[in-house]
């Protein structure tokens, strides 16, 4: 064999890892590539989160339920905010779950890099996959807590209470994308700051509280007065989402198509630019984590 034909061979079976220069990259493909491996950290996740814990995945569902009861006691009872038409218990029970879906793969994007330094400096893979993978386990635990809206929702639908809007019921998979789509983008922006920046973490609770009261959460949109504040609030992306997914599943809801499909753009536009934000921390993040 000439020395050209074993060389050859040679680098079939090698694969030569090296800095990419390129200051845009997405390398979404390749996420593609390690399907196997963000399944295997999807349920690495969704089990961690349960462990050593009393109840277990019960908490999935345990504790939209007992959101919706300080809801309703606070805003439904105290406060006397009204919720459309819709039954308390219902209306809450379905924000809080949906809410659930943005506000964890927020939450548990925003510490990536940090919480998966030592296996991020151990072995390669895309780094997108642990976020990616996060997003899909604040998409399994809603799923879960859809068993629980069903039930509501047929109770309901037979007292004659509420009057779904079937023929939009397809819509609402790509709805619940859009959500955790965008929560992972912001979690993954503040993964990416937090590298130099530690103190922002310690905010990033807080950020989200006050985040979910002004994204049409606790309150539908139709209670709030005409003004700056209203305006406000619909321009926050999860505000219309939120909006249309109770429209859809409970019947009511102020929509307004302007201003989703503005929350639409900022989400497509966030997404590539967490990704390309991600991408490039990550060549350097081990000499500041």
């Not at 339920?65 to 919720?83: K, N, P």
């Not at 209470?161 to 709805?175: G, I």
């Not at 989402?241 to 536009?269: H, N, P, Q, S, W």
């Amino acid at each position: 064999m000439s020395e050209n034909s074993r060389i050859g061979q040679d680098s079939a079976y090698h694969i030569t890892l090296k800095p990419d220069d390129k200051s845009v990259r997405l390398n979404l493909g390749e996420v593609w590539q390690y399907r196997d491996l963000v399944g295997l950290l999807t349920k690495r996740t969704f089990t961690v989160t349960y462990q050593q814990t009393v109840l277990g995945p019960l908490w999935i569902v345990i504790n939209p339920i007992l959101s919706s009861l300080i809801y309703m006691f606070v805003f439904g009872h105290i406060a006397a905010v009204g919720t459309a038409g819709v039954p308390q218990i219902l209306f809450y029970f379905v924000s809080s779950a949906v809410w659930e879906i943005f506000a964890f793969s927020l939450t548990r994007n925003s510490q990536t890099f940090i919480t998966n330094a030592y296996l991020f400096s151990k072995v390669y893979f895309p780094r997108i996959c642990v976020p990616i993978s996060n997003m899909i386990v604040s998409l399994l635990k809603f799923l879960i807590q859809l068993l629980i809206v069903a039930v509501l929702l047929v109770t309901f639908v037979v007292r004659g209470d509420v009057s779904p809007m079937w023929a939009l019921y397809p819509l609402l998979p790509l709805l619940f994308l859009q959500l955790a789509v965008f929560g992972m983008s912001v979690g993954v922006l503040i993964s990416s700051v937090t590298t130099k920046y530690r103190d922002l973490l310690s905010v990033v609770n807080v950020l989200v509280n006050l985040w979910m009261y002004g994204s049409a959460v606790v309150y539908p949109i139709s209670s709030i007065p005409d003004g700056v504040l209203k305006i406000f609030v619909k321009i926050n992306p999860v505000s219309e989402i939120m909006e249309l997914i109770r429209k859809i599943l409970l019947g009511k809801g102020e929509f307004d198509l302007f201003y989703y499909l503005v929350g639409l753009a900022v989400t497509i536009l966030l997404f590539f630019f967490s990704i390309i934000i991600f991408n490039r921390v990550e060549r350097t993040f081990a000499d500041t984590v």
